[in-house]
Each structure stands twice: as C-alpha cells, then as structure tokens.
C-alpha cells in the first residue's frame, strides 16, 4: 500500500510512468515503491513541487527547522495536508483505497476518520470526479465556492484576499508556478497550516494561531458546514464534516491560555 506522500507524488505529474521519467529511473522501480525512498525525495520534490515534509514527514520537518515537532503539530500537520489535498483535486481510485484505510477511535475526530474511511471504501474514481466537478467547478460556477474573500465578502479577488497576500509575502511563500486559483482558496489555505504546523515554512512561534486565526477562522467553518449540506456532496460530505470538526478542535485548541 503506497503512503500518502507517494500518491501526492504520482497524482501531481499524472501517473507512476510519468514520475519514473522525470527522475530518471524505470517505472517498474517506482511502481516497487511503497514510500518514497529517501535518497529520492529530494529528485522527487523538484519533479512534482510537492514538499519534501508531505513526501516523508519522518524525515523532513523537525529538521528542516532546527528543531522538534510534537506529535500533536505533526498530526495536525498531516490533517491539513489531508485536506488540501482531498479540496485541491479530486481523489483518485489509489488514493481510495488509501483512505479506506483510515482507523479512528470514539472521539468526533476519530469517528470523522472512520466516516471518510468508510465513504472512500464504497466510492469510485470516476463518481468522485464528476462530484468534484459538480460541487467546485461545474458549468460556469460549482455549487459551492471554496474562496476566503466570498464568503466573507460575496465577490472573489477581495480585500481579505489582499491581506492574505501580504502575511504570506512576509513569510516568503509563494503561489506555485501553474496554479491558477487564488491563495485564499481552501485547499491552499490548508496547505499554508500545513506547512506551519510541521515547520516546513520557517515562522516565528505562534504564527500558525495567527494566520489561523485572521485567515481561516472567520469563514472556513461555515464552507465546511456547507460541504456537509450540500446537494452534489456525497463523499464528500463527508471531507466536509472532518474539516468541521478539525477546524472545531483548532479553534478551541487556540482559545487555551497558554
């Protein structure tokens, strides 16, 4: 069963074969991997521009920025990871079956968990897709609009777009090269806490509360409550009620005083 890190891998340049040639080995070894090995994972980062902490997080992180990650930042890492990519782009029939794999216990994070598990088991690719397609595309505009400044404001390109550019300028990151979706998009957003929270992106302590807190919070519960509700969301229904509760626990995570 190939880990997440891997699957990220293949599905950013389509596929085992095309990962293969653009690090220059056979297909047969990478389709051999189960994770990618780690005197690869720097080949692989500049072949797919997906970070190294995503491709081995129990390689890269800690180190990277000279210091520890607790176990609770690391997981809280790999649920944002988890959702930037299940909002970026539609999952396909290996990262089902990867998902279906997914364990949690009786607490609403573990039961979120067993949820997409189970929803991940009965899916297909190609019904996911057209759903994908359906919720955030669509004919002229998806059902839902997964953008900061909409639902703060009601319009796209917005002043809290604006302000989002300039703290993640300050931070030197980055929109990548071929994306076309502005940064307040969720999946971006999520990628951004992901990066924070494992220290890949290096920032004072506290700026994951910070940006969480000025960026996500005001909105990004209610596009999750919406998912949940909405018409064209099945398996996805159920994405929505794990970034609900997630973005719950955050929220009052960071209402603690410390």
Known sequence: MRDFGLEEAIRAVGGVSELARRIGISQPSVSNWERVPAERVIA?????????????PDLYGAAEAGGDIDEID??????????????????????????AQLRGDASPLGLAHVELAEAAAQASAERVEREFFNLFIGIGRGELLPYGSYYLTGFLHERPLARLREDLAKLGIERSEGNAEPEDHAAMLCEVMSG??????????????????????PWIGRFFLDLERAQEANFYRRVGTLGRVFTEIEMESFALPT
């Open 44 to 56: 692989v980062e500049s072949a797919t521009n997906i970070p190294r902490a995503i491709l081995r």
């Open 74 to 99: 690391s997981a809280r890492a790999q649920e944002y990871a988890l959702l930037a990519s299940l909002l970026a782009r539609a999952p396909d029939t290996a990262l089902l079956k990867s998902l």
């Open 196 to 217: 924070l929270a494992n220290r890949r992106f290096p920032a004072a302590p506290g700026t994951d509360q910070e940006m969480f807190e000025k960026h996500l919070a």
